[in-house]
């Protein structure tokens, strides 16, 4: 799921024992297993498909899930800081376990799901809108479990070493649903309850590892020195931050620019006749490419510096609708057809390269966008940086219904032009971000505008 992951520099604190290092990175594989289970772009799309729902009733669907999680991570921000360490724990701990549940329930509850296949907008609807809080929450949340490692190395040594902790539970999490994956178009509803419970079970496990670490913390040291997290500094963040206001600028654009996102999949059964094998496919590529592209832009930032990471991110994600655009039609032709080994199937996996430039694109962006946003703000700002951001995000998902009603009145195509040109807006609103280390502050009646050279610090 999009969502801003802030992640502020902490203060140097002492060695932690081994045990809470391994059992926060545990706890993150698991969440990162469960929301690969869960995907915002294939899996959901075709749950709230599964009854020929309209595309405008899935993308308000989608709209609905991702803006509540949006919110919800927006709204619990101020336990975000170190003000509070004890209770930023305990919601984790709480929303991961309610999620879990809620998952487990709706995966036992089969032939509830079939007697409500007509209606998937309704209660399960309601349901899924509670599961994507919770884990906004947690999107929110979880990365501060990365201040739990041990702290030896700098601080970019131990991020990266959280990286990578993701990138094993994405990974292992999209080889896992690439079973259930399989049955996703039919027959309903056997491979979105083996989903869900997977997921459910995941964070079930995460569940108690936190709980477990809870009582760890109990037992040592106290939680860091507590600062403040004013979310006061949200009228002074708007009003004299200008490389804030460009930074969140371009990401309402970026977001608005998934219009498409959720269709591209269902494009790919309703109309190029894609089956549940070609549906697993399509989330091994997007789990792999989300992976190598981790460990590249996380050494393009180190080399390069992230506003270059962040462009370059935007113009890969330029690839998805170019892709659904040109191929399909191309590989379609019976000249070329006749030419190429497999016939149509050959234009169902090359169709895949969609979710291999959303995955690496998506990949880009949650790396690059949080250590941005986090050199552009002040620590005084940075909460409520985040909040703001996760409110913006949380509206921009009113793009999703916009993107359905384009496919019912217009059709696929003109959706799909209308991501690009969204898309290439995009790239161009990213070239107006300040470089990092320099805040632009508004000037003053009768003065020009001030640069504030900040300390040059680039994040990886």
Not at 329 to 338: C, F, I, K, Q, T
Not at 391 to 403: K, Q
Not at 416 to 433: E, Q
Request: with cysteine; net charge positive; aromatic share 8%.
């Amino acid at each position: 799921m999009e969502t801003t992951k802030q992640l502020p520099p902490p203060a140097a604190t002492p060695p932690q024992p081994w045990r809470g290092t391994f059992l926060a990175g545990v706890a993150e594989i698991l969440d990162r297993l469960a929301e690969t289970c869960l995907q915002p772009v294939i899996v959901l799309p075709l749950f709230f498909a599964a009854a020929g729902t309209s595309a405008t009733g899935v993308g308000r669907a989608i709209a609905i899930v991702l803006g509540v999680a949006a919110l919800a991570g927006a709204l619990i921000t101020p336990l975000a800081g170190e003000r509070w360490p004890r209770a930023r724990l305990i919601a984790l701990i709480a929303a991961t376990g309610l999620a879990g549940s809620l998952l487990l329930a709706l995966a036992r509850a089969g032939g509830w799901l079939i007697d409500q296949r007509n209606d998937l907008t309704g209660r399960p609807l309601l349901i899924l809108a509670l599961i994507g809080g919770c884990l906004g929450i947690g999107s929110t949340l979880r990365p501060v479990l990365a201040r739990i490692t041990r702290a030896d190395g700098s601080w970019r040594t131990r991020w990266g070493r959280w990286l990578l902790l993701g990138i094993v539970g994405t990974v292992v999490g999209g080889f896992v649903a690439r079973g259930p994956a399989a049955h996703l178009v039919d027959p309903f509803p056997a491979g979105f309850t083996t989903l869900f419970a997977t997921a459910g079970a995941a964070l079930l496990v995460a569940f108690v590892v936190l709980l477990v670490l809870l009582a760890l913390g109990r037992r040592g040291r106290a939680g860091g020195i507590p600062t403040r997290t004013d979310l006061l500094a949200i009228p002074e963040l708007l009003a004299n931050n200008l490389a804030y206001g460009r930074f969140v600028f371009f990401r309402a654009l970026y977001a608005c620019g998934a219009l498409a996102d959720p269709f591209y999949i269902i494009y790919a059964v309703r109309e190029l006749g894609a089956t549940g094998h070609n549906v697993a496919l399509y989330i091994v590529a997007l789990v792999i490419a989300r992976a190598v592209g981790a460990f590249i832009w996380r050494g393009l930032s180190i080399g390069a510096g992230n506003p270059l990471v962040l462009q370059l991110a935007t113009f890969v994600r330029l690839l998805a609708p170019i892709t659904a655009l040109t191929l399909p039609p191309l590989l379609g032709s019976a000249a070329l057809r006749d030419r190429l080994p497999g016939g149509g199937a050959t234009s169902l996996f090359a169709f895949g390269l969609v979710f291999v430039a959303w995955g690496a694109a998506s990949a880009g962006i949650d790396l690059a966008a949080p250590a941005i946003q986090t050199a552009l703000t002040t620590s005084r700002e940075r909460i409520a940086a985040q909040a703001v951001t996760g409110i913006v995000l949380a509206i921009a998902m009113l793009a999703l219904p916009l993107g359905g009603l384009i496919v019912d009145r217009l059709g696929y195509s003109f959706l799909f032009i209308g991501a690009l040109l969204v898309g290439m807006g995009t790239l161009l609103a990213g070239g107006l971000i300040d470089e990092p280390g320099v805040l632009v502050l508004r000037a003053a009646p009768n003065e020009r505008p001030l640069l504030r050279r900040r300390s040059a610090r680039r994040e990886g």
